[in-house]
């Protein structure tokens, strides 16, 4: 309760100072006649009264637990009002919004996680996603190397919501992919040729999991696959020579759409 000794004739920037409130906020209560002041100085400055301070208490102490200002003048002056069903209502609200903010703060912590370590995945939940062979170290390393790109801001957002089951639907459609683009190697599918476009297409569909992929950046990419000695060998684990002959398909491709490979960079 407040002190409202010696609170008879206080001025409203007092009140404002002593209840931790805005002069706007009272001047607007007195507007909608929740609390005005009861008296006035000869000059016609509005003074509070030890009543006025002890009801503008009430008012604050509703407010901070989320009354709205019709539902304070209902528990304050209707006789009628139920209060302690209002306020058995409005703890229910309070519980709904807590509940909000703790899966608020959990994604959070994801976005956090994918942020920093590239995988919001356990190393059990990885190596049962991504098989025995999966580096668990691996999105450190990433995070090491494009952490300041905007790739890897837009790769830790799709991570940071993404559950285990998305993962393995993600890692699925990898590898059909990748045994699509053997298949069609060993079958003699030429670069340039529209079944070979169609799988360039669905490629950056697939990689779309992680963060849109340009025809430019599908260049340098598939110039990657080629030239990086783990990327190559795990292509040529699939089918020796699979990652030079999709380098030729993405070169080519571009090529039909007004893009050099030779000149493709990274936007």
């Given at each position: 309760?407040?002190?409202?000794?010696?609170a008879a004739g206080l001025t409203v920037g007092q009140v404002a100072a002593r209840l931790d409130v805005t002069v706007r906020a009272l001047h607007h209560w007195d507007e909608i006649g929740l609390?005005?002041?009861?008296?006035?100085?000869?000059?016609?400055?509005?003074?509070?009264?030890?009543?006025?301070?002890?009801?503008?208490?009430?008012?604050v102490v509703y407010r901070e637990i989320g009354l709205g200002l019709d539902r304070i003048r209902a528990v304050l002056d209707d006789p009628a009002t139920d209060v302690p069903a209002a306020l058995r209502a409005q703890r229910?609200?309070?519980?709904?919004r807590v509940e909000r903010l703790q899966r608020l703060g959990?994604?959070?912590?994801?976005?956090?996680?994918?942020?920093?370590?590239?995988?919001?995945?356990?190393v059990e939940e990885q190596a049962g996603i991504f098989g025995p062979d999966w580096d668990p170290e691996g999105p450190a390393k990433a995070r090491a190397r494009y952490g300041d790109t905007a790739q890897w801001r837009q790769y830790a957002e799709r991570a940071a919501s993404r559950t285990p089951e998305e993962w393995r639907a993600v890692?699925?459609?990898t590898a059909a992919l990748d045994g699509d683009l053997a298949s069609a190697m060993e079958a003699g599918v030429a670069p340039g040729t529209p079944e070979a476009d169609a799988l360039v297409e669905r490629h950056?569909?697939?990689f779309a999991a992680y963060f849109p992929l340009t025809r430019e950046m599908q260049v340098c990419l598939a110039r990657t696959y080629?030239?990086?000695?783990?990327?190559a060998a795990h292509y040529d684990t699939i089918r020796p020579g699979l990652a030079s002959w999709f380098r030729r398909a993405v070169d080519?491709?571009?090529?039909?759409?007004g893009i050099d490979p030779a000149t493709a960079t990274w936007r």
């Open positions: 309760m407040p002190d409202t000794t010696g609390v005005r002041p009861s008296l006035r100085t000869a000059g016609g400055y509005r003074l509070y009264t030890a009543a006025d301070l002890e009801r503008l208490h009430r008012v229910a609200q309070v519980a709904d959990a994604g959070l912590d994801r976005m956090i996680e994918a942020h920093e370590r590239g995988l919001p995945l356990t890692t699925a459609a950056r569909a697939v080629e030239s990086d000695p783990g990327f080519a491709s571009a090529r039909a759409h």
